[in-house]
């Protein structure tokens, strides 16, 4: 059965026609409830600007649903348009009583907002400017491991993993099993000053959270050189489009600071752990992802209200902005749609 039957046979949702024009949601109104568009077209726009349409089978407003806040977008029909309605409040009623419809929401969320991140980063990346060397590891990494096991961490023993979890959004109020069960899942990882946790290009399914030292991030760009993105510290979070959707790293992740402890979580130990760990951090994977994506949207929309043309640099402040969270557990004000 499709995830649009499925939502529906719960009868939590309800029915809405757009005739072409007429707004699903405006800008600057709450964030209360999430859609799927069962025909037609939807456009989501600022201002002048069209940022992305949404078809038939599609879900909209997924990137807010599970948080809230104030959109930062209009949501509008490009032609008439018939969709299925969930209110926000009624996500709790899924997960208490619907549990594998909710499950199957939560993924769909999440793989279609890192879709959205990469899409906007791709699009992005090409105004960016190089101010750096691109980042290289001299020494394969079969080697680098054999170093570091004969050396060990050389660096203390490895942070408590609780307050970065926690500093991470839907974490902070998480009761202690949950978060025990997911800490068992993570793996503590040392490097030092210049050493890479991954490159750009490279494959990997991980996602890493800092638990000290500062982890920079860099954007390789045309002619060899490089943009530094955003630099991270204790709770950042990266290497989240790679583990939600797969294939190659779109950033190097280097270590900025005489050394720095990463707690990694692989994808085949995500789906291992117990159901509530694995929805709970998914629940705040969305979270800092959606906050990631809504950030960088008021900064678009802060240079299209500008009037100017925007510079190179413009484009690498907003790239940090969509390739990590920083580890701020303060709620967010805006979304995307």
Known sequence: MSLENDVRSTGLATERVLPAGIPLWEDGSDADELAFVVEGELAARVGDAELGQIHRG???????????????????????????????????????????????????????VARRIRTVDLDIAKRAAGTLDRPENKEPSWWRKLISSMQGPGVGDAPLADVPLRMLPALKGRPGPTLLRLKRALVAKSYRKGEAVFLQ????????????????VIRNVKGGRAVPLASLGLGGLFGTGAAILGGQRSASCVVGSDFAWVYELSYEALTSIEDDAARAWKEALLSALRLQLGTADEQLAALDRDGREPSAEDYDRILGLLSTYQGNDESPTGTLW
Do not use: C, F, N, P
Not at 202 to 207: A, M, N
């Open 58 to 112: 599609e879900m909209v407003g997924e990137a807010s649903a599970w948080v809230g806040g104030r959109r930062t977008a209009e949501v509008v029909a490009v032609e008439e348009t018939r969709l299925l309605v969930i209110k926000r409040k009624d996500l709790s009623v899924l997960k208490q009583k619907y549990v594998r419809v909710y499950d199957r929401m939560l993924d769909g969320a999440l793989h279609a």
């Open 201 to 216: 290009d490279e494959d990997g399914r991980s996602v890493y959270l800092v638990a000290a030292g500062r982890i920079d």
